[in-house]
């Protein structure tokens, strides 16, 4: 069992930047995908971005050139680099770890860290 644990989130002004980390409990290399994901109030938990063990990324159509995913194998570590925030992005974003592209109830989860983008 991998337990994720997310941190890096925050209140940031619109403009501002974050960078999420999700630490894992054991070694990420054998995960094939780790990603984030966000939840706003009253929504659905929604894609952010993924990246494969070899370093293939796939990002949400609305956030490429914002965000960046990217992965630590040797620190077991996967980060997320969110430039020019806007109010809409204001979300608990969370850390996923699986075998596959899609969510599976096999997948790893972290607890969340909330990102609130306000002046």
């Known amino acids: 069992q991998v337990q994720l644990v997310e941190s890096g989130g925050g209140l940031v002004q619109p403009g501002g930047s974050l960078r999420l980390s999700c630490a894992a409990s054991?070694?990420?290399?054998?995960?094939?995908?780790m990603g984030w994901y966000r939840q706003a109030p009253g929504k659905q938990r929604e894609l952010v971005a993924t990246i494969t063990r070899g370093g293939s990324t796939n990002y949400a159509d609305s956030l490429k050139g914002r965000f960046t995913i990217s992965r630590d194998n040797a620190k077991n570590t996967v980060y997320l680099q969110m430039n020019n925030l806007k109010p809409e992005d204001t979300a608990v974003y969370y850390c996923?770890?699986?075998?596959?592209?899609?969510?599976?109830?096999?997948?790893?989860w972290g607890q969340g860290t909330q990102v609130t983008v306000s002046s």
């Open positions: 996923r770890g699986g075998s596959n592209s899609y969510v599976s109830a096999l997948d790893y």
């Open positions: 054991a070694s990420i290399f054998t995960i094939y995908y």
